[in-house]
């Protein structure tokens, strides 16, 4: 069993609204009123570690880290 435990998070300042990481996982990442991303579950089950990596790797920005 492992410990990993996952807390994601945008940096606000950086992001761009690309929506990279909704098209992933739109059950942890919204494009908000500012038309940035947000985190609907910033302590996600670690099931999500795959597609969060993903999401990291493919946002232009590097805004989001876990």
């Known amino acids: 069993m492992s410990n990993l435990e996952l807390h ?3 940096d606000k300042l950086i992001c761009q609204g690309t929506g990279y990481c909704v098209r992933l996982e ?3 990442f919204v494009i908000g ?3 940035l991303g947000e ?3 910033d302590k ?3 099931k999500y570690a795959d ?4 999401a990291a790797v493919l946002c ?3 805004a989001i880290t876990y």
């Open 44 to 46: 996600p089950d670690t």
């Open 26 to 28: 739109p059950e942890i």
């Open 51 to 54: 597609v969060l990596e993903e």
């Open 8 to 10: 994601v998070k945008i």
């Open 33 to 35: 009123g500012d038309d």
């Open 60 to 62: 232009p920005t590097r």
């Open 39 to 41: 985190v609907l579950i």
